[in-house]
């Protein structure tokens, strides 16, 4: 049975927090894509299509078609961040598209001017801005913001907002007393401990203002009990972390293959070099180990070292990032992946991705907005674990392990989307054709 999902109606505001690289190649993408200057590549929601009943029936609608989805056109942008620099100053600063492109969508991009942020310099040592709210507490804090969305809702005259956290990467932190209920959570922003990062005031923010919320980092963010819980009480979606591109991309198409072959794995060694600024605050210890922890995770998961002592106990798997000023947005990220095949003969694969973060990160910005605008109309709450996908940390269920498989996760996707419209899963069976 299909499920009954609201038809979206009115705006769409889509609240960043931080306006830097991602933000805005996101926001000029789109705007250029509203132009006609240019096409929807990458984004899933856009350009992706979906397969439904049997293989002979020939119905592949696009996704777009195929649940009901924000349009483009009613999109809306807003954002918060430590320097008063608008999109257009923003996004030649990232120095992500070319200035030509760029100067096309000036007026566009002008109109989107940061909000004063929440920030805090003890979470991310190498940046220091001074266009940030003051207040006597975190509680206090968060409510700036939400008097910050009701504004900007209104404004705007949207009918509905999500956010997307797009700023740095905080240092690392575990989950602890003070995020353990809702309860604990607020005591602890009165009292402003330190257990609780700016990251989490946005989301706190958020929740309470009616707004679902990703995680395009690393953070621990939205990702402790409290702050999921509040999703479930206030009927919102919830979903991160950490966008995943470039390296672990590529990490999470490969080694599902080397898997499923059976190929043994000695070493994977990943080096980066990048030059833009989500690679200075990088370049701090800190913010480093947040994101360190992110990119590990991704091949024990998905190569079951449990499972195949043979194949994978014990491989090395180290992980390098290097601030290198010259390269800008533009990173090289090195992979060098010592396998060994039948009767333990070792082979190696080299890879040398030149890919640019921000046009790998722009379209899941896109897809995550709308997805979450949808789970939201749909009546899911909660993390939503089928937006895995674009995710190298997925959020899910406490006792579960996350699923990092590319492949999977897709299918995951789709299956969750059959399953709003009442269309039969997928299950690749296929016996049916050999009767
Ligand atoms: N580009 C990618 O492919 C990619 C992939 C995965 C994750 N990410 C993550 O996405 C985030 C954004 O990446 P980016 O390349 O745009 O970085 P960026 O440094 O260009 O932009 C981040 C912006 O956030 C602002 N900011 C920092 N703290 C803030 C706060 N508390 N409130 C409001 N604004 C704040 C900064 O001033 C900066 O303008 C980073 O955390 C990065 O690790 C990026």
């Known amino acids: 049975m299909s499920k009954t999902i609201e038809e979206p109606k009115g705006k769409l505001g889509v609240l960043l927090v931080g306006l830097g690289a991602v933000s805005t190649t996101f926001i000029a993408g789109v705007e250029a894509i509203k132009k006609g200057l240019a096409e929807p590549i990458g984004s899933l929601t856009q350009m992706g299509t979906i397969r439904l009943g049997k293989r002979t029936d020939n119905r592949v609608p696009k996704i777009k078609d195929f649940v009901p989805l924000a349009s483009l056109e009613d999109l809306v942008f807003g954002a918060w961040d430590i320097f008063e620099e608008d999109a257009?100053?923003?996004?030649?600063?990232?120095?992500?598209?070319?200035?030509?492109?760029?100067?096309?969508?000036?007026?566009?991009?002008?109109?989107?001017?940061?909000?004063?942020?929440?920030?805090?310099?003890?979470?991310?040592?190498?940046?220091n801005g001074t266009h940030i709210k003051q207040g006597a507490n975190k509680l206090e804090l968060a409510e700036q913001l939400i008097e910050d969305i009701t504004n900007f809702k209104r404004a705007n005259e949207c009918d509905r907002v999500v956010m997307i956290w797009c700023a740095s990467t905080e240092v690392f932190m575990k989950s602890g007393r003070d995020h353990e209920d809702i309860k604990s959570f607020e005591q602890a922003m009165r009292e402003n401990s330190p257990a609780i990062a700016p990251s989490m005031i946005y989301a706190y923010a958020a929740l309470k203002a009616g707004v679902p919320f990703a995680n395009g980092?690393?953070?621990?963010?939205?990702?402790?009990?409290?702050?999921?819980?509040?999703?479930?009480?206030?009927?919102?979606?919830?979903?991160?972390?950490?966008?995943?591109?470039?390296?672990?991309?590529?990490?999470?198409?490969?080694?599902?293959?080397?898997?499923?072959?059976?190929?043994?794995?000695?070493?994977?060694?990943?080096?980066?070099?990048?030059?833009?600024?989500?690679?200075?605050?990088?370049?701090?210890?800190?913010?480093?180990?947040?994101?360190?922890?992110?990119?590990l995770s991704v091949l024990e998961y998905i190569l079951q070292p449990d499972v195949y002592p043979t194949l994978y106990k014990d491989f090395s798997h180290i992980v390098r990032?290097?601030?290198?000023?010259?390269?800008?947005?533009?990173?090289?990220?090195?992979?060098?992946?010592?396998?060994?095949?039948?009767?333990?003969?070792?082979?190696?694969?080299?890879?040398?991705?030149?890919?640019?973060?921000?046009?790998?990160?722009?379209?899941?910005?896109?897809?995550?907005?709308?997805?979450?605008?949808?789970?939201?109309?749909?009546?899911?709450?909660?993390?939503?674990?089928?937006?895995?996908?674009?995710?190298?940390?997925?959020?899910?269920?406490?006792?579960?392990?996350?699923?990092?498989?590319?492949?999977?996760?897709?299918?995951?996707?789709?299956?969750?989307?059959?399953?709003?419209?009442?269309?039969?899963?997928?299950?690749?069976?296929?016996?049916e054709y050999y009767d």
């Not at 030649?92 to 989107?112: C, D, F, I, P, Y």
């Not at 621990?220 to 991160?240: K, M, S, Y």
């Not at 090289?332 to 003969?345: A, K, Q, R, V």
């Open 321 to 431: 990032i290097n601030y290198y000023p010259p390269r800008g947005d533009n990173k090289e990220g090195w992979d060098n992946i010592d396998i060994f095949g039948w009767l333990g003969y070792p082979m190696q694969i080299k890879i040398d991705f030149l890919c640019r973060d921000s046009i790998l990160a722009a379209p899941i910005v896109l897809d995550l907005a709308l997805f979450l605008d949808l789970a939201h109309r749909a009546g899911m709450r909660g993390i939503q674990e089928w937006l895995s996908f674009y995710f190298k940390s997925p959020m899910t269920a406490p006792e579960l392990y996350p699923e990092h498989d590319l492949f999977i996760q897709l299918m995951k996707l789709k299956n969750t989307l059959r399953h709003l419209r009442g269309e039969e899963l997928i299950t690749h069976l296929g016996l």
């Open 217 to 295: 980092a690393p953070n621990l963010t939205v990702d402790v009990p409290a702050l999921t819980r509040l999703a479930i009480n206030e009927g919102l979606p919830v979903c991160g972390k950490d966008f995943k591109t470039g390296q672990t991309l590529m990490k999470t198409i490969l080694a599902p293959g080397l898997k499923s072959r059976l190929l043994g794995l000695h070493g994977w060694f990943s080096t980066n070099i990048l030059g833009n600024r989500d690679g200075e605050v990088l370049d701090d210890p800190e913010s480093f180990k947040t994101k360190e922890e992110s990119k």
């Open 88 to 127: 257009y100053e923003a996004a030649l600063h990232a120095g992500v598209l070319e200035r030509e492109l760029v100067n096309q969508l000036k007026a566009e991009l002008q109109s989107v001017r940061p909000m004063k942020a929440v920030f805090d310099q003890h979470y991310v040592k190498r940046l």
